[in-house]
C-alpha cells in the first residue's frame, strides 16, 4: 500500500488534527457571529472576526454529493481505487469532503447518513473518513 499524502499542521488547523487523532471531530466556532465552520481558516468567512472557539461536533451527518474515482490520479492513490469521495452535510450544518471507507460504490446514495471515522496513518496523524450509519 502506498503512503497516504499528510497534511500540513500549522497554527490555524493544530486543534482540527489533534481532535482527529483523539477520534473526535473539531471545528472553529465564530466567537462574533457563532457560525460554525469547516476548514479551520483564520478569519471568520460569515463576519471580518479573528475571534474563534473549537467545538467538538457528533461527526454524523448525510451525503450531499459524491464521485466515485476509479482512476488514481496521483500515485500515492494508486492502490486505493475505486475510490468513494462525498460532500457530507453535517448535522451542525458544515459540509466536510471526505472518503465514504467499507462500502461497495455502487451502493452509495445521496441523503444516506453517515458518521465520521478516524484512520491512523502515522502515530501523529489520524485522516477523518466516513462510513455509512445502519
Not at 452535510?89 to 458518521?115: F, H, K, S, Y
Request: aromatic share 8%.
Amino acid at each position: 500500500m502506498t503512503a497516504p499524502i499528510l497534511p500540513q499542521i500549522d497554527e490555524v488547523n493544530r486543534t482540527f488534527w489533534e481532535g482527529c487523532r483523539e477520534r473526535e471531530l473539531r471545528l472553529q466556532r465564530c466567537s462574533t457571529c457563532r457560525r460554525l465552520r469547516y476548514p479551520p481558516a483564520p478569519v471568520c468567512s460569515n463576519c471580518p472576526s479573528m475571534d474563534v472557539e473549537w467545538e467538538t461536533v457528533s461527526g454524523r451527518g448525510a451525503i450531499f454529493s459524491f464521485v466515485v474515482f476509479r482512476l488514481a490520479y496521483h500515485p500515492a492513490r494508486g492502490d486505493r481505487v475505486p475510490d468513494n469521495v462525498a460532500l457530507v452535510e453535517l448535522e451542525e450544518g458544515p459540509r466536510m469532503i471526505g472518503n465514504v471507507v467499507d462500502v461497495d460504490p455502487g451502493a452509495l446514495r445521496v441523503g444516506q447518513p453517515v458518521r465520521a471515522v478516524f484512520e491512523a496513518v502515522t502515530d501523529d496523524v489520524s485522516l477523518p473518513k466516513f462510513r455509512l450509519e445502519e
